[in-house]
């Protein structure tokens, strides 16, 4: 049996990041970053209580900083100078747990991470970069070199994206509209977990101008579970992403509300 849970946040979503090299206690939580025009806040998101762990807003940051990547319960942050200035100089690590700062490098960039260790550059004027190896629990410096590998885990997954040229557009097309006498607009979104299937896709209601946009799951007897539909003409960098791992399906419902659909675990 499904079960769906929303929650209303603060502010728009602006950026979504799940931990790309989890530990056991992050497996389940997603970050997200909350801005306005004036305001920008951090957020830790459980998807299965559907709540948050803590809501901050860093001293230490301007509305010029950035989420840059979420690996093994810390979250790294860029700041950046404004628009003008597109290159960081400042990385701040977050302690995804608890949300306190455990560290702040100045004229560093973020480079890449295997988790443990971490490596930085630094500009310089008209010379190569400097790369610096740091531990990422600390950001202190390492007394060696270390050859840093990022290893991916698929924890998280978003759906493969289906268009038009794509010879299984029309394939799905036709189930859905056979599913629910919807006919689908634009590029179709597929994803399978847990012996379901699920579809996220436009389509225009009646007599409506705008596009909808809705998620339909069914289990492998083509059985409908769920037809979700939100209406909805806001458009943000995060509100059309859809993100599930095992059990969970995560997404925006509106800017600023995160719903959570629980499937049955395997």
Partial sequence: MLTTQSLSLSLPVWRILYDSLPIPA??????????DKN?????????????LLWEKTFSETTWWTGAIGFYSGILLL???????????????????LTGEVNWVVEGSKFEQTDGINLQTSRLRPESAPIIEQRLLSTGLTADFPVVVTKIPVAQWQSPLVYDEPNQYYSVICRFIEKITGNTPEKAINYGEISGHVLFFYYFYSANAITLSRSLLV?????????????????ESAAFGEYLYDNHHVVFLRKVDEITVIKLPRP
């Avoid at 497996?27 to 801005?35: G, P």
């Avoid at 083509?222 to 806001?234: C, M, P, Q």
């Fill in 26 to 35: 992050t497996k389940q939580l997603l970050i997200l970053e909350l801005r």
């Fill in 39 to 51: 305001q920008l806040k951090w957020c830790v998101f459980d998807c299965e209580t559907c709540s």
């Fill in 78 to 96: 860029h700041e950046y100078s404004g628009s003008d200035q597109p290159a960081p100089k400042k990385l701040f690590a977050i302690n995804a």
């Fill in 218 to 234: 069914v289990n492998s007897t083509k059985t409908v579970l769920l037809h979700d539909t939100i209406h909805s003409e806001v």
